[in-house]
């Protein structure tokens, strides 16, 4: 949850707003309660909407309708004021996880709880339908997972905002592009057998950690929903049928939500006493209970029109602030996907048209550790930076440099001890011999990309979902990029320089395009994915010679060149894939790494410069920087905060540690951690202000962190190899060690190895292994 803004109200109706849980095409959703105790999630409207008379119609009619819903797997709606000057409607919160956040951070559910989430949600469906409703934005993030089972939210608002003015002109589609029935994409006349095919999207998604027809952007979702078969490999067998007919492609043969219920309870077997999930997200839907807790009970509250428009009384900002701010705010509350496209063309006859997604509705919510301040290990030594270009900050600390505002407490993060000797070992889920030497790897949704000679698709089985791509002439291959379902990857034939850029969508298996950089004389070895378009990178002019220099070229979605810029400072580069920045760094001699920033904006003028130790060797071809929240992160005694617009370090990291040295660090999804390896020690630090969440010790006096090999963060687990070729499991958000994995077959080959879709991917020469994000 984010704490209110000046934009946000303070209140609706009786209820006192705390915080910020999500927003979507209608407009926001606050945690609120009222005087009396009754916590509620509350969907304001935007004020645009608000003042369209033909939505405010709708609107009231749905909020009457949706009054009418009563069943147990749904949040009813409590409360609403569809004529006031903000229109709100108030469901019933539930402490609960949704199940967008709970995959992605979990891994996929089991068997048993997928039955029971497909007959909680189809139960949920049968009383949505009931009261003359169609939910039109069933998703996984519009389902919250609860102790008392999955909960169905966000019904009756979809088809308020549909026909809206200026909201959903011709063409116009309400709904989430990869859940959506087919005759929804084509903007065709709506059923409830509509919901029961997003019902069966929902399922695989929950069953493998990515919905049927893959990623990508909302036209070509469209188009794979209305032309396309769906991807079913991740169910179980004994779901496969009836999601099967879910997703039919005629809303006929679809069965209907009572249908659904009925056949699962015939196949229902004896049920295990406890809970119904996994224990990980059953202690998460705990804490998020004990997060409602600690909110403090509102004192009466001054009518907006006698306190100023959407005051709230002094006396308990603060106390509103720091409840708000006891939630955990990493833990994004609303669907990505849930805003407003932009017009996009989709392909295969569907109208050119304006996809508006759904609103995300109640959200769950997550207690957090908070960061504290590290003093354990911190020691009284100084951090050592000049606080970045300019002189800019200043020393605050033992080893943190925090900004304003971090935490002061000298309470010290949690450590983990990782004893190789007693730490869980994982199994294999399965092993795959690929044609040829892997020289790359990449994930794709449930797809595993082994690039060697041959290009082979591995789903979640193991087997091969395509026929392999032939690169006889491979000679080498660089680390790839993925974006949605493309993977972006170099390869440079054997006894050449003449590097070509593939693109490939793993949703079919086949090269999208190649190109062939014009640069004779360069050696292009990464390539990134921004946008539309690519950037490519590398270095050009003899292997030793005073010429030697990198480059990066900005190409468009047709490949054609933006710009181009070179110099001896462009060994290694980042180029996230958000904002406008990008960074190269260089070493003018072994004891100095330098730093500077570029503005793509501005046809990759150089900006700010940065200059510190090291006594690493900076390559070209591999990534040793990251990218969070307007942050770049660089160093090597230390790790550096720097604001990607001025320079000014942020914060500056420094083990206590003598003589740690930090290998690459890592950015979680959300950009609110930053990971970092020493040689001995892990650290999760406060992207914000650098204070260490928690710290993982390696403790075998033979062996360190590979620095060699890129930590990896997914499905919950941070991955990070040793130099004894064992790959830990962390878990993300408290550092516990969960399980290790180790191969003697692995043994005298690089360390290689890459995670996503619920599993953990290891290679070692043309053996690809797999394992489960829980280790089992």
């Known amino acids: 949850m984010e704490p209110l803004d000046d934009a946000d109200p303070r209140r609706a109706g009786p209820y006192l707003l705390f915080g910020r849980l999500g927003s979507g095409g209608m407009g926001a959703v606050y945690l609120g309660r009222s005087v009396g105790g009754r916590t509620v999630a509350i969907k304001v409207v935007r004020p645009d909407l608000a003042r369209d008379g033909e939505f405010r119609d709708r609107f009231r009619s749905e909020v009457a309708a949706a009054r009418a819903v009563s069943g147990a797997f749904t949040a009813p709606v409590v409360d609403a004021d569809p004529d006031g000057a903000m229109p709100w409607m108030a469901t019933a919160f539930v402490p609960g996880v949704s199940l967008h956040r709970a995959v992605a951070s979990r891994g996929p559910l089991p068997e048993p709880a997928l039955r029971m989430l497909a007959a909680g949600i189809a139960e949920a469906l049968a009383g949505i339908h009931a009261a003359g409703l169609i939910h039109r934005d069933l998703k996984p993030a519009n389902v919250l997972l609860a102790a008392t089972g999955p909960h169905v939210i966000d019904f009756g608002i979809s088809r308020a905002v549909e026909g809206t003015s200026g909201l959903t002109a011709t063409g116009a589609v309400i709904g989430s592009p990869g859940y959506m029935s087919p005759e929804q994409a084509l903007g065709h006349r709506l059923t409830p057998a509509s919901d029961v095919f997003s019902l069966g999207a929902t399922l695989v998604y929950a069953a493998g950690g990515r919905g049927p027809f893959g990623e990508g952007s909302p036209a070509v979702l469209l188009y794979r929903v209305a032309n396309t078969e769906p991807d079913l490999s991740a169910l179980p067998g004994s779901l496969t049928d009836l999601v099967t007919a879910c997703v039919a492609k005629d809303p006929g043969a679809r069965p209907t939500p009572r249908q659904l219920v009925e056949e699962l309870e015939r196949r229902a077997s004896a049920v295990a006493a406890g809970s119904w999930l996994p224990p990980a997200l059953t202690a998460d839907i705990v804490a998020a209970g004990q997060a409602i807790h600690a909110l403090p009970v509102p004192a009466a509250v001054p009518d907006p029109g006698a306190a100023g428009a959407g005051a709230v009384p002094g006396d308990r900002s603060r106390e509103i602030g720091d409840a708000a701010r006891s939630l955990d705010p990493t833990v994004p509350m609303a669907d990505p996907r849930s805003a407003v496209s932009d017009q996009g063309t989709v392909a295969g006859g569907i109208a050119r048209r304006r996809v508006v997604f759904g609103a995300a509705g109640a959200a769950a919510v997550v207690l957090g550790g908070g960061a504290a301040a590290w003093a354990a290990l911190a020691g009284s030594g100084s951090s050592g930076s000049s606080g970045g ?338 790959i830990w499991a962390l878990a993300a958000d408290t550092g516990q060690a969960r399980w290790k994995y180790s191969d003697p077959r692995q043994a005298g080959s690089q360390l290689m190895f890459d995670a996503g879709g619920g599993r953990l991917y290891a290679v070692a020469g043309r053996l690809v292994t797999a394992v489960n994000a829980a280790g089992r």
Not at 408 to 424: C, H, I, M
Not at 533 to 560: C, I, P, Q, W
């Open 389 to 726: 270009p300019g002189g800019h900050g200043s020393s605050s600390g033992p080893g943190v440099q925090p900004v304003s505002g971090a935490s002061s407490s000298s309470a010290a993060p949690p450590t983990t001890v990782l004893d190789v000797a007693k730490a869980p070992s994982a199994a294999p889920a399965w092993t795959h011999t690929a044609p040829s030497q892997v020289a790359s790897l990449a994930i794709a949704g449930q797809t595993a990309v082994c690039i060697g000679s041959e290009v082979t698709f591995l789903g979640p089985d193991g087997k091969s979902r395509f026929a392999t791509l032939n690169f006889s002439t491979l000679g080498t291959a660089a680390q790839p990029t993925v974006s949605g379902s493309m993977v972006y990857t170099v390869l440079i034939p054997a006894g050449s320089l003449a590097a070509e850029v593939v693109a490939i969508d793993t949703s079919v298996g086949k090269a999208a395009w190649t190109f062939a950089p014009a640069d004779s004389d360069g050696l292009t070895d990464t390539v990134w994915a921004v946008g539309d378009g690519v950037y490519l990178s590398g270095m050009e002019g003899t292997e030793t010679g005073a010429d030697r220099h990198g480059f990066v070229t900005a190409l468009d979605a047709k490949r054609n060149q933006l710009w181009r810029v070179a110099g001896r400072d462009i060994v290694n580069v980042l180029v996230p894939t958000t904002g406008t920045h990008w960074l190269a760094g260089s070493q003018p001699d072994d004891s100095t790494l330098q730093v500077q920033v570029h503005d793509a904006a501005a046809k990759g003028a150089a900006g700010w410069k940065d200059t510190v130790k090291t006594d690493g060797f900076l390559s070209s071809g591999t990534t040793e920087f990251a990218y969070a929240s307007g942050k770049f992160f660089y160093g090597s005694d230390q790790l550096i905060a720097a604001d990607v617009q001025t320079g000014a370090h942020a914060w500056t990291f420094k083990s206590a540690v003598a003589d740690e040295r930090f290998g690459a660090p890592l950015a979680s999804p959300d950009g609110r951690t930053v990971y970092v390896a020493g040689f001995s020690h892990l650290y999760a630090l406060d992207a914000s202000n650098g204070t260490p969440r928690w710290i993982a010790q390696l403790t075998a006096s033979n062996q360190s962190f590979s620095t060699t090999s890129p930590m990896k963060t997914a499905d919950g687990n941070v991955y990070v190899g040793d130099t004894g070729q064992n």
